[in-house]
């Protein structure tokens, strides 16, 4: 079984100028980001770590479908008076998380988390810090002209992505993963979906009307692939590990929502992780779909759950029946369980068993259950229909991170959300890493040695120093045990000079 | 009703939820601390702050809302 839990969530978030008809969305997401800086924007994000076209099916390509369109947009930007660098405006921050401008979207990934608990502590720690930069940036405007929206969809054809990742071994086979993954990710929707009124495609508009689970499922285009901007895959194949690529994957699934409860993200993460052990404990998936592209797309489409989708074998299942196999299989493989596990299971269950029976018990859970309901009580009340814009606009309010607008902070208020975390626990997650994770490590150099740090990533901190400086090789920190010792040497050290050494006393 | 499902693993064991959070991170006073979620109620939002929210939404706001293609 694969020990090694660690995941995280990067979430682009839409951004908005309400006072202006049309803003430059680099320089509106690049001023955002800066806003939560105390001081000067000093580039020190290291690139080299990124593979985008490296493929996990053991091939490179030598093109992404957005390659074209991005040439085009970084023409357009060439005339900017800024250099890349200044665009991105990569920060890694004192908790171990990067905070950049990624294709226009404000982008917060999280530290690496081993825990639920610290996972979902850091999604909020993100939204809040989201929050404050969007403050600060007002405040320099003279008043609330920028608004921030942690969903998927303009309504207009555009998406962008709320990516969760995990890091998997090396030893399991790419193909098994993805055949036993692909119908737990298609029907995932139903515990894990933001929830969307209408329909669209891919750049070619919106059609009111309706509801549907997923802010994502239209944008679906193919089961496989390293594409994440055009011909987006239910599983992408993009292998850039970001730790040792002769023991580790990294999975990269873009088909998720942007969650709003704590619940839904909790669950997201905890299913897929057990989902992953399951499949590297040998599990075959319980069905295989005769076509998962449209099967996401139909599930998503019928709040109601009852439609079927085709079995590659022949006869038909439902979402809820692809999840229930799928928690059956997990109750027989997890004989004794830690306790987050059986957390997992029992809510999974549970979650299963209220979309069956009483999904109203689910608002301030479920995203999707707790839009819909949103909705149709106003849809009732003001007698507008699904098709009208209002509905379009209130899905969108759902997501805003402005405590006052928000629909959601608006139900958390009143207490009809179902937390997971302590306010405390997201203070501190705002301004440290996860005590158990290189994330933790990462952020603790950025508190400690700043001004030193000439480049960071992932995989490792470059301190300033003689003969080409000093690099702390994070790649191998991935157990607790491993993580801790390092820490200690971290915390003790005066300066990243001392702290090297210490790292060579200790490892020698 | 009390939801057995109620907890969630913290380092130390499994720990009971607080109740929910002002977004504004307000500190709470002992009198909002209750024990364990509640059942959502589920009726309507109409009797409270919930549908007032709702109805200041500008209706021709996702019209307005333009993004770029993100990943």
């Known amino acids: ?508 | 009703m009390k939801n057995k499902y109620a907890y969630i693993q913290t380092g130390g064991g499994l720990e009971r939820k607080e109740q929910p959070i002002d977004p504004l991170s307000k500190p709470s006073g002992p009198g909002d601390q209750e024990s364990g979620p509640k059942r959502p109620e589920t009726d309507s939002p109409s009797r409270d702050n919930l549908m007032k929210r709702m109805r200041k939404v500008d209706p021709k706001q996702a019209e307005k809302y333009r993004q770029r293609t993100g990943e």
């Open chain 1, 1 to 508: 079984m694969n020990s090694i839990r660690l995941f995280g969530i990067e979430t682009e978030y839409g951004i908005a100028r309400e006072d202006v008809e049309t803003a430059d969305p680099v320089v509106e997401s690049m001023e955002l980001v800066r806003a939560y800086l105390d001081g000067h924007f000093t580039r020190r994000w290291d690139y080299q770590g990124e593979h985008p076209h490296e493929d996990q099916r053991g091939f490179r390509v030598t093109e992404l479908a957005q390659d074209k369109e991005e040439d085009l947009f970084a023409e357009q930007d060439a005339h900017r008076p800024f250099s890349f660098h200044e665009m991105k405006s990569d920060l890694v921050l004192p908790n171990g998380a990067r905070f950049y401008n990624d294709h226009t979207h404000p982008e917060y990934s999280t530290p690496e988390c081993r825990s639920l608990k610290d996972m979902v502590a850091h999604d909020r720690a993100g939204e809040r810090i989201l929050w404050i930069a969007a403050q600060r940036r007002n405040k320099v405007l003279g008043g609330p002209m920028v608004q921030l929206y942690k969903n998927n969809t303009d309504f207009h054809g555009h998406s962008y992505g709320c990516h969760d990742n995990y890091l998997v071994s090396r030893t399991l086979n790419f193909e098994n993963l993805a055949r036993g993954l692909m119908p737990f990710l298609v029907s995932r929707q139903l515990i894990a979906g933001a929830g969307k009124v209408g329909r669209e495609a891919q750049e070619r508009g919106f059609v009111p009307g309706g509801f549907q689970l997923s802010q994502r499922a239209d944008f679906m285009e193919t089961e496989l692939g390293v594409d994440t901007m055009h011909n987006r895959p239910i599983l992408n194949t993009r292998d850039e590990p970001h730790a040792n690529r002769e023991r580790y994957r990294r999975l990269h699934l873009i088909v998720g929502d942007a969650n709003m409860c704590e619940y839904a993200t909790a669950l997201k993460i905890g299913t897929t992780r057990v989902v992953l052990d399951m499949i590297a404990g040998g599990l075959l998936p319980p069905c295989e779909l005769d076509s998962p592209v449209q099967a996401i797309q139909a599930l998503s489409r019928d709040p109601e759950l009852n439609t079927l989708v085709k079995r590659k074998t022949g006869g038909m299942i439902s979402g809820l029946d692809i999840q229930r196999e799928y928690l059956n299989l997990a109750r027989k493989f997890f004989i004794e369980m830690d306790e987050e596990t059986n957390w997992i299971l029992c809510e999974w269950e549970h979650v299963l068993d209220l979309l069956e029976r009483d999904r109203l018990q689910l608002v301030g859970k479920i995203d999707w259950v707790t839009k819909w309901w949103l909705l149709e009580t106003f849809s009732q009340a003001e007698a507008v229909g699904w098709d009208d814009p209002w509905l379009a606009s209130l899905d969108l309010e759902y997501h805003n991170l402005d405590p006052d607008r928000s629909l959601f902070f608006g139900l958390e208020a009143e207490g009809r959300t179902t937390p997971l975390c302590q306010e405390q626990e997201i203070q501190k997650a705002m301004k440290h890493g996860p005590l158990d994770t290189r994330g933790g490590l990462r952020g603790l150099c950025v508190q400690r040695f700043e001004k030193d740090i000439t480049s960071i990533q992932w995989e490792g901190v470059h301190f300033r120093g003689q003969n080409g400086g000093l690099h702390l090789d994070l790649l191998d920190h991935l157990e607790p045990v491993s993580v801790a010792q390092c820490r200690s040497v971290i915390e003790d050290a005066e300066t990243p000079f001392d702290m090297m050494e210490a790292m060579v006393l200790k490892n020698s």
